[in-house]
């Protein structure tokens, strides 16, 4: 590796760090624990405010880079602005989500540096000296291990595998402006507009309810809503549902949607098929519900509920609602 320096790239959504972005720190811990670790955060405006939360998270420096044409992700201006980041702070190794962004970003940042690309980490260790990235393959059916003996190294790490470290508001860190000459955009974006579970980001929820075609109707995921507010957590679908036009496709789980590793996911008339498996099949708890006892979905399931949902999910409700108002 070029330096002992870890670069992590930040996540700025709605106004807020994303929690992968401190995932991705605890990630830099594990590849080097006595590293120096830098973040780097873009965007257009009050993007210096958010610094010293990387700072409480483990970083110990942050370079902030605000330009008016980071109002939105575009791979022609965040690109071109880490690589200067990179190269200036000689770093060794470049950490960050495994999102829509990062699988975005870091194949041209990997292929502008001439650099190895680990992508979907979900576990780091140290093997005869070396460090060893393990990440799924074939849909989630094996994994694989890797190990990069030279050169700089870009990872992403999947969301809720690596457990951010502690936060402590007494770590102190340096936040320095860098200001970068960005070329013209050829693709401008002036607003966006998210189809998306409310208030919860699918992808790092920690718990998700998830519907199929046996959720039959739009007015069928009311249930699975009631639950997800009630448990704090989003939610998801299958293709089939999406297909079915009982949800948006922003919901969808699975190989060709997102992948979701919740501490808890409820499958609710989802029968299992390997696509959607290949999404939520490495989720820390699964329940599933079904009236076909013969579906899929059981064959990885922790626990089991052969029943209608529309009969299984109201007492569910309740029962929740009766251990809230005893805690």
Known sequence: MMSDKILVIGEIRDGAIRNVTFEAIAAAKKIKEDAEIIGVLCGSEKVEELAQELVHYGVHKVVVIENDKMKAYTSEAFVPAIEEVVRAEEVGSVVMGHTAIGKDLTPKLASRLDAGLISDVVEIDHIGGNVVFTRPIYSGKAFERKIV????????????????????????????????????????????????????????????????????????????????????????????????????????????????????????????????????????????????????????????????LFEVLPLLIEEVKQLKVEA
């Open 149 to 308: 003996t030279e050169g700089l190294l870009l990872a992403t790490v999947r969301p809720n595998n690596l457990k951010a470290l502690e936060k402590d508001t007494s770590r102190q860190g340096a936040v320095i402006k860098l200001e970068v000459e960005l070329p013209d955009l050829r693709t401008i974006i002036k607003d966006v507009i998210r189809k998306s579970t409310e208030g919860i980001d699918l992808s790092e929820a920690k718990v998700v309810v998830a519907g199929g075609r046996g959720v039959k109707s739009k007015d069928g995921f009311a249930p699975l809503y009631q639950l997800a507010q009630l448990l704090g957590g989003a939610v998801g679908a299958s293709r089939g549902a999406c297909d079915a036009d009982y949800c948006d496709y922003s919901l969808q789980i699975g190989q060709t949607g997102k992948v979701v590793t919740p501490d808890l996911y409820i499958a609710c008339g989802i029968s299992g098929a390997i696509q959607h498996l290949a999404g939520m099949s490495n989720s820390k708890v699964i329940v599933a519900i079904n009236k076909d006892p013969e579906a899929n979905i059981f064959n990885i399931a922790d626990y089991g509920i052969v029943g209608d």
